[in-house]
């Protein structure tokens, strides 16, 4: 359990022999990790967290970092992590809600990566949403950020 970004960034660069992009840091949970992650919302490089059902009663702790900076964005995923996730996004008037995943061939959550906060009722289990090869994608690609040289958003998703 990484308790500073710092030092778990300074690991990273290490480790790729490479630095680290300057900026914004986006902070990508599953399961477990909210604990981490929830050690870290003091951490004013995080400007995104995004939960892949990882939203297991710290509710109150996610709401004020969002709440404490409009710049901030939530991306939430939940299936076994549902009953928390409703009551928080029931207190969010702002969020995007979906029902479900799209199919894979929509590939991404239509008005997403414009959205302040993002709520997906998933279809898919607890460990589909990151090992399925549908899910993450569509989470990653709702993310605010510049396509990575050569690459493209319209690439197709598909199950793993």
């Known amino acids: 359990m990484w308790t500073n970004i710092d030092e778990l960034l300074d690991v990273v660069a ?3 022999e490479e ?3 300057e900026g914004r840091v986006v902070a990508v949970a599953h399961s477990g990790a909210h604990r981490t992650l929830a050690t870290w919302l003091d951490e ?3 400007d995104t967290i995004v939960l892949v059902d ?3 009663g710290e509710m109150p702790k996610f709401r004020e970092w ?3 900076n409009a710049g901030r964005r939530l991306i939430d995923a939940a299936a076994l992590t549902r009953r928390w996730s409703e009551q928080l996004h029931a207190a969010l008037p702002d969020t995007l809600v979906f029902d479900r995943f799209p199919p894979p061939r929509a590939g991404k959550l239509r008005g997403a990566r414009s959205a ?3 709520y997906v009722r998933s279809q898919h289990d607890h460990m589909r949403l990151v090992t399925g090869g549908i899910a ?3 989470l990653l690609r709702a993310l605010q950020l510049p396509i990575v040289e050569d690459a493209s958003r319209k690439a197709p998703i598909r199950a793993l």
């Open 66 to 68: 969002l709440d404490s």
């Open 54 to 56: 990882a939203l297991y």
């Open 19 to 21: 630095p680290l992009p």
């Open 14 to 16: 290490a480790r790729i």
């Open 116 to 118: 302040r906060v993002v």
């Open 136 to 138: 993450l994608p569509m």
């Open 44 to 46: 004013e490089r995080i």
